[in-house]
C-alpha cells in the first residue's frame, strides 16, 4: 500500500524543536502531542554542515524502541532527496501515564539508543513498562487526533502524518491487553471537555475503546473486554451496555442494565446510559424520571443536564428546557496537547504521484477571508466548541421546533428581564413578604420536575463580547442595499421578522451589595416564579440572533433571485447568476445552516460551494445526506474523494471514513461496493485508496465483507 508523502518543516537552528519539545513538557495536561520525527542531514558535498527538519506522525506502533527506530530506517530508505541525506534521527513519542517523553535516537549507518525525559529536562532509563505505556497511549493519540472527515484537524496542525494505529487482528489483541492491564490507570489520562472530573468510565481511554470498537464494527472483541472488566469492578456495566446496543444486542443490554442499576441505583454514568436507549426509542417520558435521577447523582456534570434537556425539548417542555439547560454547568474549553513549534524557516508539503488528482489538488490554505463578507466572519458562534456548542446546540434545535418569537416569549416568562426589572424596581413595593417567597431567592427557583434541591454553581465565562446591533449590518452580499432583515412573502413561512432579543437581568446587578436595602421593596411579587439567567446563556441569545438574522437576509436574497424574470422565457429563474457568492462564502452560509438546524439549506450551499471547488467540510456534509437517503453510489462518489483529499494531506486514517465504509459494506456487500468503485471513471491510483479501506474491513471480518 502507498505510504503518504513526507512533509518537512525546516529550522533555522538544528535541534530547536527538539527544545521547545523539551520546554513544553511541563505544560502538558492530558495525551499529549503527536509524536515529533528530527531529522538531521548533511548534502552530499560537505561532511560537516547539518541542517534540521521534522514532522509529527500518528499511528505508529511504540510498543518497542524498535519499532520507532524502524520507521525512521524507513524514512532513509524511501527519500528522494538526491542532494542530502539523513545522517541521524530523533523519534519522540509521550508517555501520558507517567508523564515521560521516550525517546529514540537512531545513528546512520548504526546505532540506537532509548531513554526518556521527564517534564523537568531530566534524562531517564526507559523501562518495559514504560513501553506498554507508550503503546497504548500512541494508539489514543491516533484516534484523538484523527481527522473526522471535515479536514478542520489536518488543517489546525500541518506536516502531520497520519498512520492507522490497528491494521489487523493481531495489533487489536495487543490493544486490547494493553487496555485491560492499564484500564484502572485511564482516569489519569483525563477526560474530553465536556467532563469536568475523569473517572473509571469517562476518561480518554474508555473514549478511545469505545471509537475504536464503533469504527471497526468488534462488537464482540469490547464486549470480552467490558465482560472481564466487569467482574472486578460493576461501575463498567455501563460501558458493556452501550457496547451491547452499539452491537445490536438490545435484549442482553436491557438485562444488564436492570441488574447493575439495583447494584449501584445512583451511578450516573448506568442511569444516562439507559435514559438515553429510551431517548433513541422514543420512549421520553420513561426516559425523563431517569434523566433526572442522573442529574440528582452527578449535579456538576454537564453531561447528565444536557441529556435532561434534550428529553425536555422531545416532550416540547420548553420551558423547562430552558431552565434545565440554564442549570448546565459550563467548563472552560481546554483543546488537546498541540505542539508549540518554533517559526519556520520553510515548510515542504510535497505530494505522492499516485495521490494525485485535479479535482481535489489545491491549496489547503489557499481560501480568502477578502472575499468572504465582513457580516460572515463575524458570527461567533462558528468557535463554540465544548460544552458551549453543545448547549448552543440545543438552543438552535429549540428554535428550530418553535420559532424565534415564541422562543423570546417563553424566555420572558422564565426569566427576569431586565427591563422589568428595573420597571418593578422603580416603583412603591405592592405585595407583603410571604414565608414562601422569604424562603426562596428568583435564581434559585427549582425546576417543575420532582427535583427541588438540583442547585449546582456554573461558571461565569462570557462567550463573546456583545455586539452593537443599533445599525443594521449590510446584506451579506456586499452589492445588495442594506436591509434590516425582514422578509417579504416570497420567503419561508415564520420568518417574516427577526426580533432582537431584550437582555435578562444580571445576577450581579440582583446580587450587588453596594445598595442599602430598599423597605419598598421587600418582595418582588411579579417574580417569585422566575429565575435568574446566566449570562452565559443571555449572551447565547444575542449570538443566536445574529445566527438568525444573517440566515435569513441570505435566505430572503436567495428568493428574490430565483423569483427574476427570465427574459428569454418570460418565467422565473430559479438558477438566477445575479446572487453570486465565493466557494468560501458557500461554505460559511452551510455551516451557519448547518448549526440554525436548517438542512435542506445547508446542503443546498454545501453543493454551490462544491460546484466552485474542493471543500472536504462540505463534501462531508453531503456524503452524510446521501447516506441517510441511502444512495450508495452518490456516496461512494464522495468517499473517493475525501479520502484521496486525505491521502494528499498525508493521512491514511479516518475513523469517520472507515466508519461509513464499513457500513456501505454491511447492507450493500463488499463486492458491489469494489464493484461500484472501479467503474468510476477516475485514475486507478486514486480508486486504490479507497479499496485499502475495504481491505481493512475484510481484514477485521466485518459483516459483509465476505460477498
Request: proline share 5%.
Amino acid at each position: 500500500m502507498v505510504a503518504p508523502a513526507l512533509p518537512e518543516v525546516l529550522e533555522e537552528t538544528t535541534d530547536t524543536a527538539i527544545e521547545c519539545r523539551n520546554e513544553a513538557l511541563a505544560n502538558l495536561r492530558e495525551l499529549g502531542p503527536p509524536d515529533l520525527v528530527h531529522l538531521k542531514k548533511q548534502t552530499n558535498k560537505s561532511s560537516t554542515r547539518q541542517t534540521g527538519s521534522y514532522h509529527h506522525v500518528t499511528g505508529i506502533d511504540a510498543s518497542s524502541s524498535a519499532s520507532l527506530a524502524a520507521y525512521i530506517n524507513t524514512l532513509t530508505q524511501s527519500s528522494s532527496d538526491r542532494v542530502s541525506k539523513i545522517v541521524s534521527g530523533t523519534y519522540c513519542c509521550y508517555n501520558a501515564f507517567s508523564r515521560l517523553d521516550m525517546r529514540v535516537e537512531v545513528k546512520i549507518p548504526g546505532g540506537v539508543e532509548s531513554y526518556c525525559i521527564d517534564d523537568r529536562g531530566d534524562k531517564r532509563v526507559d523501562a518495559d513498562s514504560l513501553w506498554l505505556e507508550t503503546f497504548l497511549c500512541a494508539v489514543l493519540r491516533a484516534y484523538a487526533y484523527a481527522d473526522d472527515g471535515g479536514g478542520d484537524i489536518i488543517k489546525k496542525i500541518p506536516a502531520v502524518r497520519r498512520f492507522d494505529p490497528i491494521i489487523n487482528t493481531e495489533v487489536e489483541h495487543k490493544f486490547l491487553d494493553a487496555a485491560e492491564r492499564l484500564f484502572y490507570k485511564g482516569w489519569q489520562l483525563g477526560s474530553d471537555p465536556e467532563i469536568q472530573v475523569p473517572n473509571l468510565v469517562s476518561n480518554h481511554l474508555t473514549t478511545g475503546l469505545l471509537n475504536y470498537i464503533n469504527t471497526t464494527g468488534r462488537y464482540a472483541s469490547g464486549e470480552n473486554l467490558f465482560e472481564k472488566l466487569r467482574t472486578r469492578d460493576p461501575e463498567v456495566s455501563s460501558l458493556l451496555a452501550r457496547v451491547l446496543i452499539n452491537g445490536d444486542e438490545e435484549v442482553k443490554a436491557v438485562r444488564l442494565l436492570r441488574e447493575a442499576i439495583i447494584e449501584l441505583p445512583v451511578d450516573y454514568s448506568l442511569l444516562d446510559c439507559q435514559a438515553t436507549f429510551l431517548q433513541n426509542k422514543g420512549n421520553l417520558e420513561w426516559a425523563l424520571p431517569l434523566a433526572i435521577r442522573a442529574v440528582k447523582a452527578a449535579p456538576s456534570e454537564f453531561g447528565t443536564w444536557s441529556k435532561l434537556a434534550e428529553i425536555y425539548v422531545g416532550l416540547e417542555n420548553w420551558d423547562q428546557a430552558l431552565l434545565t439547560l440554564n442549570s448546565c454547568p459550563m467548563f472552560t474549553y481546554q483543546d488537546k496537547d498541540a505542539p508549540r513549534m518554533p517559526e519556520p524557516v520553510n515548510v515542504l508539503l510535497p505530494t505522492h504521484p499516485d495521490t494525485r488528482f485535479d479535482e481535489i489538488d489545491h491549496d489547503m490554505a489557499g481560501s480568502d477571508t477578502e472575499l468572504v463578507h465582513p457580516s460572515l466572519l463575524k458570527l461567533n458562534a462558528a468557535s463554540y466548541k465544548g460544552t458551549f456548542l453543545k448547549a448552543y446546540s440545543l438552543l438552535t434545535d429549540i428554535t428550530a421546533k418553535i420559532g424565534w418569537d415564541q422562543l423570546l416569549r417563553i424566555r420572558s416568562q422564565v426569566f427576569v428581564m431586565e427591563e422589568e426589572y428595573r420597571s418593578e424596581k422603580s416603583q412603591p413595593g405592592t405585595g407583603r413578604t410571604t414565608a414562601r417567597t422569604t424562603e426562596r431567592n428568583p435564581s434559585l427557583t427549582a425546576l417543575h420536575a420532582p427535583s427541588p434541591d438540583m442547585r449546582h454553581e456554573t461558571g461565569s465565562d462570557d462567550t463573546g463580547e456583545e455586539q452593537d446591533d443599533s445599525a443594521s449590518l449590510p446584506t451579506p452580499h456586499a452589492k445588495e442595499e442594506e436591509t434590516n432583515g425582514s422578509v417579504d412573502g416570497s420567503t419561508l413561512a415564520g420568518e417574516s421578522s427577526i426580533e432582537k432579543p431584550e437582555h435578562t437581568v444580571a445576577s450581579e446587578e440582583v446580587k450587588s451589595g453596594n445598595e442599602d436595602p430598599d423597605p419598598n421593596h421587600t418582595n418582588y411579587t411579579h417574580f417569585q416564579n422566575k429565575r435568574l439567567c446566566e449570562r452565559w446563556l443571555d449572551n447565547l441569545f444575542m449570538v443566536l440572533y445574529e445566527d438568525l438574522r444573517v440566515y435569513t437576509i441570505w435566505r430572503t436574497d436567495m428568493a428574490r433571485a430565483k423569483a427574476t424574470i427570465d427574459p428569454a422565457t418570460n418565467t422565473p429563474n430559479p438558477t438566477n447568476t445575479m446572487y453570486s457568492r465565493s466557494a468560501d462564502e458557500w461554505e460559511i452560509l452551510g455551516e451557519l445552516a448547518e448549526r440554525l438546524h436548517h438542512f435542506p439549506e445547508a446542503i443546498e450551499a454545501y453543493q454551490n460551494c462544491l460546484r466552485m471547488r474542493f471543500s472536504p467540510k462540505a463534501m462531508m456534509a453531503v456524503v452524510r445526506m446521501f447516506e441517510e437517503e441511502k444512495k450508495t453510489e452518490s456516496v461512494l462518489q464522495g468517499m473517493i474523494r475525501l479520502i484521496a483529499w486525505q491521502y494528499r494531506w498525508y493521512s491514511e486514517f479516518s475513523p469517520a471514513l472507515l466508519r461509513i465504509i464499513r457500513k456501505l459494506i454491511e447492507t450493500e456487500g463488499a463486492v458491489k461496493v469494489r464493484s461500484i468503485v472501479q467503474a468510476t471513471s477516475l485514475p486507478q491510483s486514486v480508486l486504490d485508496l479507497t479499496h485499502r479501506y475495504v481491505e481493512l474491513c475484510a481484514a477485521f471480518r466485518s459483516s459483509g465483507s465476505d460477498g
